[in-house]
């Protein structure tokens, strides 16, 4: 492929979805990844999430530790996927074919699409709500806001990949202005207690609920990183990958989650409204400023909004090959994103005003279904397979990987039922163990290493040396593939 071609591509309207991406086409700096995720987290609704150790009874200073924890924790296996992507040139979700198989994938695609929905429905409401709030407090809750945010992030999902990286990276910059600023007004103006900095105040319930839902909130990430890496150069280091992710995440959150947790010990006149309280705290700083402030977070809610849109598409383009082979277009990525941006648009017009309620308990679920499918794919990758897969087989029905990948079924399942006695969902369902600790919810700790460890056992026959060897075979046939848009 030429340069001119490669460069035409580029700058239009991006035509790949779940093919892989040939060597001729790779670009960008991995550091460009750092920006990324650091937006992605640093916008209120990650702020929203450092309030439920506090609305929970504990207090600030193990609000901190837990956050920073369970933040680590999460952040480690999502930026362990985000180095998938150079190495394989997939997006996240299709990597799912060689343990779950081609059709068995649907399992976690469809937990994964929910997600995405889920997700958009939060932030195109609290995206409305910022961008409405900082014209009037009657346009808070106008419907047409969360319409703007919704068309503007399908136009940003749709432009692609690039455009993608260069939003995020641009707005990166002004929202550390903003957030500096923020921060700055919240340390000088809200008063803190003495009693929120006592150590000996250790509320587990509180303490293991925050862990857990900073947990999930990072591997929730987990679903679709590679999606944004996959177009670097293959020669890419794995570490080198893994550290600026991990960083540029791990940063952003600890910083909102702080942040929110902050804002909710603090004076009296702060409320429950997460975009309201943002707002008293920057106006506080300088009269405007809390316009400003809502301006730019509404942005970062537009921007990851179109991740979650592009995420979307791509699971649901992967969903449908499972059934119809489907070629790259442009066609197909605008009916998919259009689908997706529907139904959370859809949803959102009509969301419950209990949203700290609901999305507390959302990233729980997501948690929970998402921890067997991490430690199932990662356990691949970096144990089984250590990174090397026959790519023209992902595509392929009847391929080495097989239409079920009952390791990964099975692995995934034994994962998820170890962890329902452990489960911990206010007002849904608290499991025997976690009632027996009091309500602490230590799931996470039991799915991580029973699905890692039965997928490796279950795996102990697979003929890697085979597969590699295929591979080696199949590296001609699918770089020339990919470039005309045409796997095997």
Same mark, same amino acid.
Request: charged content about 10%; overall charge neutral; glycine content about 10%.
């Given at each position: 492929?030429?340069?001119?071609?490669t460069? *035409?591509?580029?700058? +239009?309207?991006?035509?790949?979805?779940?093919?892989?991406?040939p060597?001729?086409?790779?670009?960008?700096?991995?550091?460009?990844?750092?920006?990324?995720?650091?937006?992605?987290?640093? /916008?209120?609704?990650?702020?929203?999430?450092?309030?439920?150790?506090?609305?929970s009874?504990?207090?600030?200073?193990w609000?901190?530790? !837990?956050?920073?924890?369970?933040?680590?924790?999460?952040?480690?296996?999502?930026?362990?996927?985000?180095? /998938?992507?150079?190495?394989?040139?997939?997006?996240?979700?299709?990597?799912?074919?060689?343990?779950? #198989?081609?059709?068995?994938a649907?399992?976690?695609?469809?937990?994964?699409y929910? /997600?995405?929905a889920g997700?958009?429905?939060?932030? &195109?409401?609290?995206g409305?709500? !910022?961008?409405?709030?900082?014209?009037s407090?009657?346009?808070?809750?106008?419907?047409?806001?969360?319409?703007?945010?919704?068309?503007?992030?399908?136009?940003?999902?749709?432009?692609?990949? $690039?455009?993608?990286?260069?939003?995020?990276?641009?707005? *990166?910059?002004?929202?550390?202005?903003? =957030?500096a600023?923020?921060?700055?007004?919240?340390?000088i103006?809200?008063?803190?207690?003495? &009693?929120?900095?006592?150590?000996?105040?250790?509320?587990?319930?509180?303490?293991f609920?925050?862990?857990?839902?900073?947990?999930?909130?990072q591997?929730?990430?987990?679903?679709y990183?590679?999606?944004?890496?996959?177009?670097?150069p293959?020669?890419?280091?794995?570490?080198?990958?893994?550290?600026?992710?991990?960083? +540029?995440?791990?940063l952003?959150g600890?910083?909102?989650?702080?942040?929110?947790?902050?804002?909710? @010990?603090?004076?009296? $006149?702060?409320?429950?409204?997460?975009?309201?309280?943002l707002?008293?705290?920057? $106006? !506080?700083?300088?009269?405007?400023? +809390?316009?400003?402030?809502?301006i730019?977070f #509404?942005?970062?809610?537009?921007?990851?909004? !179109?991740?979650?849109?592009?995420?979307?598409?791509? *699971?649901?383009?992967?969903?449908i090959? &499972?059934?119809?082979?489907?070629?790259? *277009?442009?066609?197909?990525?605008?009916?998919?994103?259009?689908?997706?941006?529907? =139904?959370?648009?859809?949803?959102?017009?009509?969301a419950?005003?209990?949203?700290?309620?609901?999305?507390?308990?959302?990233? =729980?679920?997501?948690?929970?279904?998402f921890?067997?499918?991490?430690?199932?794919?990662?356990?691949?990758?970096?144990?089984?397979?250590?990174?090397?897969?026959?790519?023209?087989?992902?595509?392929?029905?009847n +391929?080495?990987?097989?239409?079920?990948?009952w390791?990964?079924?099975?692995?995934?399942?034994?994962?998820?039922?170890?962890?329902?006695?452990?489960?911990?969902?206010?007002?849904?369902?608290?499991g025997?163990?976690?009632?027996?600790?009091? #309500?602490?919810?230590?799931?996470l700790?039991?799915?991580?290493?029973?699905?890692?460890?039965?997928?490796?056992?279950?795996? =102990?026959?697979? $003929? @890697?040396a085979?597969?590699?060897?295929?591979?080696?075979?199949?590296?001609?046939?699918?770089?020339?593939?990919?470039?005309?848009?045409e796997?095997?």
């Open positions: 492929m030429s340069t001119t071609e460069t *035409t591509r580029r700058t +239009g309207l991006e035509v790949r979805s779940i093919d892989y991406v060597l001729a086409e790779r670009h960008g700096k991995v550091s460009h990844i750092g920006p990324l995720w650091f937006m992605c987290n640093a /916008q209120i609704a990650t702020l929203a999430t450092g309030l439920i150790s506090i609305t009874g504990g207090n600030l200073i609000s901190f530790i !837990a956050i920073a924890v369970g933040i680590c924790i999460g952040t480690f296996f999502m930026a362990a996927h985000s180095s /998938q992507g150079p190495q394989l040139g997939l997006p996240q979700m299709i990597q799912s074919r060689p343990q779950f #198989g081609y059709v068995g649907l399992l976690v695609w469809l937990f994964a929910i /997600q995405y997700f958009n429905i939060f932030n &195109s409401v609290l409305g709500e !910022a961008i409405g709030g900082a014209i407090s009657s346009q808070a809750s106008n419907p047409l806001w969360i319409w703007v945010v919704t068309i503007v992030a399908v136009v940003i999902a749709l432009v692609g990949y $690039d455009f993608i990286h260069s939003f995020e990276r641009y707005l *990166t910059y002004l929202t550390i202005v903003v =957030l600023l923020v921060s700055i007004s919240a340390i103006h809200l008063h803190i207690p003495a &009693s929120e900095f006592n150590l000996g105040a250790f509320n587990p319930v509180a303490f609920g925050q862990l857990g839902v900073a947990a999930g909130y591997i929730s990430w987990a679903i990183v590679s999606d944004y890496s996959r177009y670097l293959a020669n890419t280091k794995t570490s080198s990958t893994f550290n600026v992710t991990f960083w +540029g995440s791990a952003g600890m910083w909102m989650m702080f942040l929110g947790s902050y804002i909710a @010990v603090s004076a009296k $006149d702060i409320g429950s409204n997460t975009v309201v309280d707002k008293k705290v920057a $106006d !506080a700083l300088f009269p405007g400023f +809390g316009v400003i402030a809502l730019v #509404g942005l970062g809610l537009i921007s990851v909004t !179109a991740l979650n849109m592009y995420g979307g598409s791509l *699971t649901l383009i992967s969903s090959d &499972s059934f119809v082979k489907v070629k790259p *277009t442009l066609a197909i990525r605008m009916i998919t994103l259009g689908i997706t941006a529907a =139904l959370s648009l859809g949803f959102a017009l009509f419950t005003s209990d949203f700290l309620g609901n999305f507390n308990d959302f990233l =729980l679920l997501i948690l929970y279904l921890i067997p499918w991490t430690a199932v794919n990662l356990t691949d990758f970096f144990i089984v397979r250590r990174g090397h897969y026959a790519i023209a087989e992902i595509f392929k029905p +391929g080495i990987y097989k239409r079920w990948g390791a990964g079924i099975g692995a995934y399942v034994l994962g998820f039922v170890a962890m329902i006695p452990f489960f911990n969902v206010a007002n849904v369902y608290t025997p163990v976690s009632h027996a600790l009091g #309500g602490v919810d230590i799931s700790f039991i799915g991580l290493p029973v699905a890692a460890i039965a997928y490796w056992l279950f795996t =102990l026959r697979v $003929d @890697v085979g597969e590699r060897e295929l591979a080696r075979q199949q590296a001609i046939e699918i770089e020339e593939a990919a470039a005309v848009h796997l095997p």
